[in-house]
């Protein structure tokens, strides 16, 4: 065994001394040339920082020699042996669940997704849309404007990195007015486009509702006449015979805004309130009817304006409707064509009047329509309508346009709901394809 050197002089980098700490065992360089036995100065760059001239030299130095001796493993043992990593603290278990109100997506729950999917892109494509998409993440304002409290009170917004203030789209109609703003004039009208994307909104959990969903909107930009609406519900009717959903399992409640302008106009409501009585109005379905009158009052509406009004949504009839407000009316009208159209385009069991239906949303102007289960076990399946001011609202020209949303958490729940595909069954994607088959 080669003899050990005698000392080692290292520079310590705070003080700019040179220390002899201890004496190195190198038991493995038996070289000449790797002789160590005299004292060798390594070139350490000096410290940008000052040196405190006070620290005490030796306690240094016995500092060094302890760290030392643990690394090289200390009492003479062998040099440069690793010591052991030091103790943790026990790693504690993650909660393997996702957040509330969101899911994982396994291959089995992964094929119902993309079938469905996929079921969506066909009926979209066979009545002439084009797909887009649009950031998840957009600009606050860009959903506060013309949304509702509602809308607000769900956000996911936050402040990011550069002052800005952002939220998770809760919806994507917002984006679609956006993008249509953008492109202006590049593109020719009539736009009808569709989008699958994932949304978020922090809203109370119930069956077929939660906080992260993906939707499926279909719109048309740049037609003012009815025929819109109309083959908007077709298009859903569509899709549900695809899938195996039939008339007498759902249908759909339609009205107009322009109902509840009437009637507001006859008790001098003034037109900034409309909105807050939209909002009202479409809770009517969730909350006891004395909120919904306490609500009413607040905002400035006659005891008797609201009974009137409460008198006039409760209404199921068209042609009663047509009794209370006269033919005259745009609202009386635009319905009376849509239910031509859906007796035309061969859907008039799928659809009914109902004059309660407004959907929260503020921005919708004209015909509204809501999807529904006929037990009255879920909530409401999809809904839509007409938003011909929306574009000014984000500074653009307004254009007449009409569209509707869809979520997939809902349209799962009716599956269960009608035994069409029983929860947890593991299905293939030619199994999915065939049982669909089975009952077109």
């Not at 009545?127 to 606050?140: A, I, K, N, Q, R």
Request: hydrophobic share 40%.
């Amino acid at each position: 065994m080669p003899a050990n050197p005698s000392s080692l002089l290292i520079l310590h980098p705070r003080l700019n001394v040179y220390l002899k700490p201890f004496v190195l065992s190198l038991p493995h360089f038996s070289s000449p040339s790797l002789s160590l036995n005299r004292a060798r100065r390594f070139p350490i760059p000096r410290p940008p920082f000052p040196i405190s001239p006070t620290r005490n030299l030796s306690s240094l130095s016995s500092t060094s020699v302890a760290q030392s001796s643990g690394e090289n493993g200390g009492g003479g043992g062998r040099s440069g042996a690793l010591s052991p990593p030091p103790i943790t603290d026990v790693v504690q278990k993650i909660d393997v669940n996702p957040p509330k109100g969101t899911r994982d997506f396994a291959p089995e729950e992964m094929r119902l997704r993309n079938w469905l999917f996929q079921n969506f892109r066909e009926v979209s494509r066979m009545f002439g849309f084009e797909e887009v998409d649009f950031p998840v993440l957009e600009s606050e304002a860009l959903f506060i404007r013309k949304a509702g409290e509602e809308i607000r009170d769900q956000l996911y917004c936050f402040e990011d990195r550069g002052n800005r203030r952002v939220a998770l789209r809760p919806e994507l109609t917002p984006s679609l007015a956006r993008l249509v703003i953008q492109k202006g004039k590049s593109v020719s009208l009539p736009l009808k486009w569709f989008a699958i994307g994932q949304c978020w909104r922090y809203e109370r959990m119930t069956r077929g509702r939660r906080r992260e969903h993906y939707q499926w909107n279909m719109d048309i930009i740049g037609v003012p006449e009815v025929t819109a609406e109309a083959e908007l519900i077709s298009s859903i009717v569509t899709f549900f015979k695809r899938i195996g959903i039939t008339a007498s399992d759902v249908g759909f409640k339609v009205s107009s805004r322009k109902v509840l302008q009437e009637v507001l106009r006859c008790y001098s409501i003034p037109e900034n309130l409309f909105s807050k009585v939209c909002i009202i109005i479409d809770k009517i379905e969730k909350i006891p009817l004395d909120e919904i009158k306490k609500e009413l009052k607040s905002t400035g509406v006659s005891e008797e304006g609201v009974e009137e009004l409460l008198q006039v949504l409760s209404i199921k009839s068209l042609a009663k409707l047509e009794e209370i407000l006269g033919s005259a009316g745009e609202a009386v009208a635009d319905l009376k064509q849509l239910f031509s159209l859906a007796e035309k385009f061969g859907y008039s069991e799928w659809i009914e009047f109902d004059a309660s239906v407004v959907r929260g949303l503020a921005y919708y102007t004209g015909i509204v329509f809501e999807g529904f289960d006929r037990e009255g076990k879920l909530r409401a399946i999809c809904g839509g309508g007409r938003y011909d001011r929306l574009l000014s609202t984000f500074g653009g020209e307004d254009l007449p346009a009409c569209g509707f949303g869809f979520g997939d958490a809902v349209i799962v729940e009716v599956f269960m709901f009608f035994s069409l595909v029983k929860s947890g069954q593991w299905l293939t994607e030619e199994e999915v394809y065939f049982q669909s088959k089975l009952r077109l």
